[in-house]
């Protein structure tokens, strides 16, 4: 029985309410399992039920009983709510197309100059992004891969980017990165009545409410968070929190798009900071990784947690992508010219690689961050400018501002 089809993207609360139930067998075995109050748990079924117009539980004497319905929704619910596990399976399958690409190119003359993880984790990305668009002819992607792939390919004997870069962070920090991270929480209003306007005392709940969800966002993960925790690390109550987000994923939202603020605030105003394309690239580049290096948190909530969010926040990740390609404009003018439809495919496939090379790293590989600028201006500028003319820009942006360990 395939599970049942929701008129509307389904908040990942609902599907939490709906797991406790089925592994609790009770409204209140789930409600001290999520932490919240047990007419809390009836409304989010009553308002799972409605969403995918089916009934999910039967009342019995001993409790709750799961209908065909909820049998058939139990794979979904889990594998959207599957958290770390459901990462690495992603992750395993992109190193398996990785690999095979890889195999394929054995004996050829030339072979791609990146990560093969990289360019399959970008791929499968630009993929999945257009058919959430639900955009037809996928096959009109495949002249700008082409000419992708072409220009990011070398004879195997110069081949210098296909692992990570070490070299010694640059010197001195951009000045267009934020001095305070997510998880700076302001200070409580104290006892009794406060002295502020209403704004500022809800302004002031509401930073309290996004720090809390970005330290629980680090030690415990969007899925393991219930929102007695948000509150209590908070310091508010029910009442507040459900004035200011209508549910956890809501505040997981909000600081998701705070995040994505952050970068896209402190890239753009650093690439417009000087002239010439790749110096303006150069000078991005060096601004997102020092906010990153800062706040690792923008770039695990920002790049790996927003996959337990859910699809708004993965549709979030997909829209900022249109704010780098606007910085990539610039440098299609600077290559051998290509047709509008190819360009954009190229563009997009430098932003996915290089979203992909940070997702690796916020789950633990390749190093220090702040490594990682090389490989960053290697993904961004080579695919339209050539290799040769990006290595010998990286080059020397590199003796200008750092020792190379490589």
Known sequence: MSPPAASSPLSWDLL??????????????ASRALGVAQPTV????EALEEALGVVLFTRSPSGLIPTESAAATLPYAESMAGGRGALDARDRAVDNVGALLGAGADGQAEALDLPASAFAGALMRVLAMHLRRKEPALSRLAPGLRTWA?????????LRWTGPSRHAPARGRSPFVP????EVMPEGLGRGRPTIGEEQVAANQQLRILSAVASLARTKGFTQTTVADINALAGVDNRVFYRLFSDKQDAFLALHALGLEYVIDATTRAFFSVDGWPERSWRAGQAFIDLLELDPLVEYIGFVEAYSVGPAAIQRIEESHT????????GLALGVPVERDVGRTMIELSIAAIFELVYRHARGEGGEISERLPDIAHLWLAPLIGLDRSDAFIDGALAAHSSPTR
């Open 323 to 330: 704010a780098f390609a606007v910085l990539m404009q610039e």
């Open 179 to 182: 001095t305070t991270g997510l």
């Open 16 to 29: 939490g309410a709906f797991l406790a139930v089925m592994r609790t067998g009770s409204l209140s075995g």
């Open 42 to 45: 009836r409304r989010q079924i």
């Open 150 to 158: 072409r220009r990011m390919s070398r004879p195997p004997e110069r």
